[in-house]
């Protein structure tokens, strides 16, 4: 009798030993199933009680997984998990099930997880790592050819614990935009797109730093957006979408976009001609254009590679910036786009940009056009290089002669140092017109066109130079002219200029310039 009350007894302690302590088995499989803690994953019973259990008992092993397990999801009842509360390194490996419900607090928590949906409901902060270094939008179940889940919506869920942000292969959509990207990339520019629908207008898909920043505003988190084709498209038929911007790039130190298409080229978002032929006549016309990528906010350092724009306008100045270096650049306007790259007066004093390596601007009215203005030291140390503009549209026309201009700087008080070096300019437009400029020095270099004869150019070299100022400080604008040949077929007007005939000086013949300054007399 003895012998059988001592069994009962040493099972009745096993029984109520391992209901108190459930990680006995855990721990001796190395398992960490949180089904094995309590849980019971329906999606209606309160998990967070094994949850906690869980973490509890995890996060003093040495492996500290915890496994979600396959076609389980984890109703954890609105409740706040703080995992400072436990040992930090936390690995939440997801085998397919979810976790639902809940305000998850971070403590150098891994989540370890492919591409398919992990959380509903779930709000992170803290400190998270994703173990592939990228967190998905798929992990708030935001796939890509599927639009239940707008993308953006998935992206603010993230990243406010994950920096960088990966996309996959299919189509992204969103109807809201106006996101704010911190660290954002796709698979390639062919194989990952965002599309915007919207039948807004005066709206954007993507932004870098604060929009209209100033200095004190500048972020310094190295942001960028890469490997992605980004689209805006209506959501209604008949809406006609105007002044949206693909990307805006704000207050933001060492902003990076690489290997980037952004297409706005539909019918129901392209100028007009008539368009074109307002903006002659009031150049405010330029806020109706869509717009590729702008810069408007003091942003510093940025670097843009490998990027291809289909707008009216492929790039747009509109605040100052400083050190943009634009490499391997195409830009597709459209008929009657309005221009390639487009510097507003607010930003004319934009310094050190280079565009560089492979740079194609095609159609629209303007290759490169600069607003007029009275600022001083505009255009200080920017230089445009090895650069195509072909193309342009030769439909609309002033005086019975093409409008279009591969080169149109406006005028200023004075020009510090800017420079344009072995271009290829449109035969379909006049070449290149440089607004009333008392200081400073222009160049050009290695500058050639091969004229379209069946059109009525205007002038080759378009100019006004005013008198020097007083100031010992300046000098009298002067216009380099080296290795330049912009053809017989139209004149260059040098007005108050050193000698009116300068295009015949150091020539071989009329247009072709081989090294020649031009200034005030």
Not at 65 to 93: A, H, M, R, T, W
Not at 424 to 447: M, P, V
Request: hydrophobic letters at 35%; charged letters at 20%.
């Amino acid at each position: 009798m003895k012998h059988i009350l001592l069994f009962l007894s040493l099972v009745f302690f096993n029984n109520a030993y391992s209901q108190i302590q459930p990680s006995s088995k855990i721990m001796n499989q190395n398992s960490n199933n949180l089904l094995d803690f309590g849980a019971v994953g329906d999606g209606k019973t309160n998990d967070s009680a094994a949850l906690l259990r869980a973490i509890s008992i995890v996060s003093k092993q040495s492996s500290k997984n915890i496994i979600i397990p396959n076609n389980y999801n984890f109703n954890l009842g609105n409740v706040q998990i703080d995992l400072k509360k436990f040992d930090s390194g936390i690995v939440f490996e997801f085998q397919g099930g979810i976790l639902s419900n809940a305000i998850l607090i971070g403590n150098n928590t891994r989540i370890k997880a492919d591409r398919s949906k992990i959380f509903e409901n779930i709000n992170l902060s803290g400190s998270f790592i994703s173990a592939t270094d990228f967190a998905y939008p798929e992990w708030f179940g935001c796939f890509p050819n599927d639009k239940k889940i707008d993308l953006v919506d998935a992206l603010k869920m993230l990243d406010g614990v994950f920096y960088d942000i990966s996309l996959g292969t299919g189509n992204y959509y969103t109807q809201k935009g106006e996101y704010m990207v911190r660290g954002l990339s796709g698979v390639s520019m062919a194989n990952s797109r965002v599309i915007l629908e919207t039948d807004k207008s005066y709206t954007y898909l993507f932004s870098i730093g604060k929009i209209g920043g100033t200095l004190k505003d500048r972020n310094y988190d190295y942001n960028y957006i890469k490997n992605l084709s980004l689209h805006i498209s209506r959501k209604s038929a008949g809406v006609q979408l105007k002044g949206n911007r693909g990307v805006i790039i704000g207050a933001a130190h060492k902003p990076f976009i690489e290997n980037i298409r952004i297409k706005q080229s539909e019918d129901f978002q392209r100028f007009k001609k008539s368009d074109l032929e307002n903006f002659l006549s009031n150049n405010s016309k330029v806020n109706d254009a869509n717009v590729g990528i702008e810069f408007k906010g003091d942003s510093e350092v940025t670097h843009l590679s490998n990027v291809f724009t289909l707008a009216d306008i492929g790039i747009l100045f509109s605040e100052y910036s400083d050190i943009v270096q634009v490499s391997d650049y195409m830009n597709w306007c459209g008929q009657y786009g309005l221009a390639n790259i487009y510097i507003k007066k607010n930003a004319v004093k934009s310094q050190n940009l280079l565009f560089t390596g492979t740079q194609s601007w095609n159609q629209g009215l303007y290759g490169f056009y600069s607003e007029d203005s009275n600022e001083w030291n505009t255009h200080r140390n920017n230089k445009f290089e090895n650069v195509r503009i072909e193309q342009l549209t030769k439909e609309v026309l002033q005086n019975g002669k093409v409008a279009s201009t591969s080169i149109r700087i406006g005028k200023s008080n004075l020009v510090a140092h800017l420079i344009f070096e072995n271009m290829i300019l449109s035969g379909a437009s006049n070449g290149i017109y440089i607004g009333e400029t008392t200081s400073g020095n222009i160049y050009f270099d290695k500058i050639n066109l091969v004229p379209d004869i069946t059109i009525k150019r205007d002038f080759a070299i378009k100019t006004k130079l005013l008198p020097p100022s007083d100031s010992y400080l300046e000098t009298p604008l002067q216009i380099s002219l080296k290795n330049v040949d912009l053809f017989t077929d139209s004149e260059s007007y040098f007005e108050n200029s050193k000698n009116p005939s300068a295009n015949r000086i150091g020539t071989e013949r009329k247009n072709k310039f081989t090294d020649v300054v031009i200034s005030y007399e």
